[in-house]
């Protein structure tokens, strides 16, 4: 299977770990790109599901494998946490290796050098 190449490409809202996420088709996507930046724009987890009930299946354990494989081959992982994910937000900011970073905000510039502002949760959200 021939894989399209991106320089960056930004997911958000997976809400792995509630019974209404698409983990199947997310990792057919992932399979299909190859990319040098993945960012992950919030609520990668949904944590306040998973604090009443859990619902973890074999796709949502392939995503995170194959998301950490994709790492390891030298694709930049930043994973800025949502609302539903905010408890990660503790261990901001945390490098995990040279490839995967947690942060509140980065910028990316693209191709054109025009810098992209990415930021979710309370320093965004909240009023003030």
Same mark, same amino acid.
């Given at each position: 299977?021939?894989?399209?190449?991106?320089? #960056? *490409?930004?997911?958000?809202? !997976?809400?792995?770990?509630? =019974? /209404?996420? %698409?983990?199947?088709? &997310?990792?057919?996507?992932?399979?299909?790109?190859?990319?040098?930046?993945?960012?992950?724009?919030?609520?990668?987890?949904?944590?306040?599901?998973?604090?009443?009930?859990?619902?973890?299946?074999?796709?949502?354990? #392939? *995503?995170?494998?194959?998301? !950490?494989?994709?790492?390891? =081959? /030298?694709? %930049?992982?930043?994973? &800025?946490?949502?609302?539903?994910?905010?408890?990660?937000?503790?261990?901001?900011?945390?490098?995990?290796?040279?490839?995967?970073?947690?942060?509140?905000?980065?910028?990316?510039?693209?191709?054109?050098?025009?810098?992209?502002?990415?930021?979710?949760?309370?320093?965004?959200?909240?009023? /003030?």
């Amino acid at each position: 299977m021939t894989r399209i190449h991106y320089r #960056a *490409v930004f997911i958000s809202d !997976l809400h792995l770990g509630f =019974r /209404g996420a %698409r983990a199947e088709n &997310l990792l057919a996507f992932l399979h299909s790109i190859e990319c040098d930046y993945l960012y992950l724009v919030g609520d990668v987890l949904d944590l306040w599901t998973m604090k009443t009930k859990l619902w973890w299946n074999k796709d949502c354990t #392939a *995503v995170v494998r194959y998301i !950490l494989k994709m790492a390891k =081959r /030298g694709t %930049r992982i930043i994973y &800025l946490p949502g609302n539903h994910d905010d408890a990660v937000r503790g261990f901001i900011p945390l490098t995990l290796g040279p490839e995967i970073e947690i942060v509140n905000s980065a910028i990316y510039t693209g191709d054109a050098a025009v810098p992209h502002f990415a930021a979710t949760g309370p320093s965004v959200c909240s009023p /003030g």
